[in-house]
């Protein structure tokens, strides 16, 4: 899945595959890769141009180099308003047509820069030869970055899966995609942690999650990969339904933890970073104070916090921060993502039925939770149970 090498000879397609083939503008599919295309996926007789059945035509019989240009090129078009199709080019012209490969080739320049457009192995070493390309096309521009937006939210995660679909889907390697991690529960005691390309959100708000670990073998939910990316996604690995759990921010705790979105804060002011504090903690978006404990005039103040949507105070703000545990406790595997991100806007609503605030600091220590009565979580603490995995440090 991670090659964009098609096979010497294509015998069958995955739900998302499509063979593109050359032909010519009558559409008589006598011979070679033509014959392939109207026997075994669909082309129709009489169609010599464009899709047909499972397949993409694209003429060669009708003159010289010149003629085929604009047929790739309104072939490279729709691959690209097709991102989530598989294209498989056949080495097209090189066979009755009676161009070579070096004259052909380089005419999919630009279609070889679009990840779902694949060749054979001897086309994808032309399109790789600088010198060829340079006179045909002058130098290939270096590849950029992918855009990472500064605060990624729900919505964003959601976007970017359906942009990246097909990245996804195939596990391109080498393309660039956003820098993004996010955190999910795997059971209880127990987060994950995958970068972007190795999950999505399914339009139900459920996360799910590519891994190749035989544990999850049986999670393995092959209706929504067809549903989703429409194909069958072979060789991906086993997709996998968890809990979704924040994204990584940019920022550390004063002991080096990297925090992410639903993790609790214990924030410590000093006296000349009062003056910055209503800005700080009532800005929506930013981290949000929740409450105060223990504060005496005079002394530094102790607050309570987490960080919505990757927005952050800036460190020079804080005199102190630590991460002292996480909003996922009392959790359901019947919650969505929207469910889990609502878990912060609940934490902070000291007033709402359910756990006081000292309650919440201790639930807060012991996640991920599914228990549902306080006393047990009261009862790891008792017990003197420190190990929770929030607390790992994460590169």
Known sequence: MASRIIPERVTELSMCEVFVFGSNLAGQHYGGAARTAHDKFGAEWGVGVGPTGQCYAIPTMQGGIDTIRPYVDEFTEYA??????????????????????????????????????NFSKEWLNILSMPDILDAFCGCPPVKKPA???EVVTIEDLKRLCEEYKYIIGARIIGVPL?????????DENRFGYVKFGDF????????YVWTRKEEFRDGHNQYIVEEYFRDECKGRGFCHRFLYAGIKTPYRDSNGDVIYTGDVLRVMLGEKHMLVNDDVFNKEGYVWAFDTLGQNEGECKARYAFVLDNHCATPNMIARWERIGTVYYQLDWNLDV????????YFQDIYCQ???????????????NFNKEVWKYYGLEALGVEEYDWKVKRQ
């Open 80 to 117: 690209r308003n097709h991102h989530n199709n598989r294209f498989l080019v056949t080495r097209i012209g090189c066979g009755i047509a009676g161009f070579k490969d070096d004259e052909i080739a380089p005419l999919f320049y630009e279609a070889s820069k679009l990840p779902n457009v």
């Open 147 to 149: 855009y990472t937006p």
């Open 178 to 186: 956003p820098d993004i991690t996010i955190r999910y529960v795997i």
């Open 200 to 207: 999505f959100i399914y339009e139900t708000n459920d996360l």
């Open 338 to 345: 929207e469910d889990m991100v609502e878990r912060c806007r």
């Open 354 to 368: 359910g756990p006081s605030l000292e309650d919440k600091l201790v639930l807060a220590r012991y996640t991920p």
